[in-house]
């Protein structure tokens, strides 16, 4: 049982506990000396080791993906929490709870779940309802949307990921809808609990969050077609605009080609679950990384690389 999260890990600190092993890295220091680089999580987060002495015999002792039992000190380097790790092993299963390890959602997965099924009930157009509840008859399909992460690093990347962001979406659509008379809300409601419906087989997630071999060679936006083509296939009869239409939605809703859609919105619908995921994708992730970022004393996180820029945390008096 842990003694210790990694979000109460202060310099000085002792730590004796088990951790979740996301990466490691044999490295060397400027004098030729090979050391160990970890990133180490428990449910609350994630943190930086380093093993210094006998790197290459402990190394040879666990593997990515690992529940390790480690000995450590906590130190602050650069205003960021560091182990420095001198001793490690992979755990017992006894030692050692999968739930502990996991990042979720902070939200209810069954009243998340309930939400998007109470959207699916407002939709008036009975070719588009009938698909989106056949398509959540499938056990499969609906036990993955619950859990599925909607990305491996970038934003919503916990068990519940997919779900939270995919409902974040549904009511910013509901808002817009309302807003803008001339969209079809029928459409952008089926459009956008479908637009990353494929990240329920692009990624793998137990317990950590990698692509699956399909979702490397293929990847979310055509598994996601097909998945809509095989229940629009089940269901029988289904109007082949509105079909086209909702495959447009899917291959467009990253926007440009550079992002990986093979097509850029030509559809107002389509334009809109564009915009609206990718406002609620980012929202998360500079969220969360303020939320997770380590020093207390500054009012900037440390630069984002992929954002590209350091982000303001606001006044911490």
């Known amino acids: 049982m842990k003694?210790?999260?990694?979000?109460?890990?202060?310099?000085g600190d002792r730590v004796s506990d088990t951790f979740l092993v996301l990466d490691k890295n044999m490295a060397f220091s400027q004098k030729g000396a090979p050391y160990l680089s970890l990133r180490l999580r428990d449910r609350t987060g994630d943190i930086e080791g380093r093993v210094w002495d006998r790197a290459v015999e402990l190394d040879r002792l666990f593997k990515k993906g690992d529940i390790v039992l480690i000995q450590s000190r906590a130190a602050s380097y650069k205003n960021i929490i560091q182990l420095s790790v001198v001793d490690i092993r992979k755990a017992g299963e006894e030692e050692a709870?999968?739930?502990?390890?996991?990042?979720?959602?902070?939200?209810?997965?069954?009243?998340m779940f309930g939400e998007v099924m109470t959207f699916i009930d407002g939709i008036?157009?009975?070719?588009?309802?009938?698909?989106?509840?056949s398509l959540f008859e499938d056990p499969a399909i609906a036990d993955g949307f619950k859990k599925a992460p909607a990305a491996k690093g970038f934003h919503h990347f916990y068990i519940g990921g997919l779900l939270e962001h995919t409902l974040s979406v549904l009511h910013l659509l509901d808002h817009a809808a309302a807003h803008y008379k001339m969209l079809n809300r029928d459409l952008l409601i089926a459009g956008g609990i479908l637009h990353d419906i494929g990240?329920?087989?692009?990624?793998?997630?137990?317990?950590?969050?990698?692509?699956?071999?399909?979702?490397?060679?293929?990847?979310?936006i055509v598994l996601g077609v097909e998945m809509l083509d095989a229940a629009i296939a089940r269901i029988g009869e289904f109007p082949d605009r509105l079909a086209m239409e909702l495959r447009h939605i899917i291959l467009s809703h990253h926007?440009?080609?550079?992002?990986?859609?093979?097509?850029?919105?030509k559809t107002l619908e389509a334009l809109v679950i564009h915009y609206l995921d990718d406002m609620d994708a980012k929202v998360n992730a500079f969220h969360g990384f303020i939320e997770n970022a380590d020093d207390d004393?500054?009012?900037?996180?440390?630069?984002?690389?992929?954002?590209?820029?350091?982000i303001y945390k606001g006044k911490t008096e």
């Open 199 to 220: 990240k329920i087989r692009e990624l793998s997630f137990t317990p950590l969050i990698e692509y699956s071999d399909t979702g490397r060679l293929i990847g979310h």
């Open 297 to 310: 004393e500054s009012d900037w996180t440390p630069f984002h690389r992929l954002f590209e820029r350091f």
């Open 3 to 11: 003694k210790i999260y990694v979000k109460d890990i202060r310099a």
């Open 97 to 111: 709870d999968l739930r502990e390890y996991v990042l979720s959602s902070r939200f209810d997965i069954e009243e």
């Open 255 to 265: 926007g440009v080609l550079e992002y990986g859609s093979p097509k850029r919105p």
């Open 124 to 133: 008036s157009n009975p070719h588009l309802k009938k698909l989106m509840e």
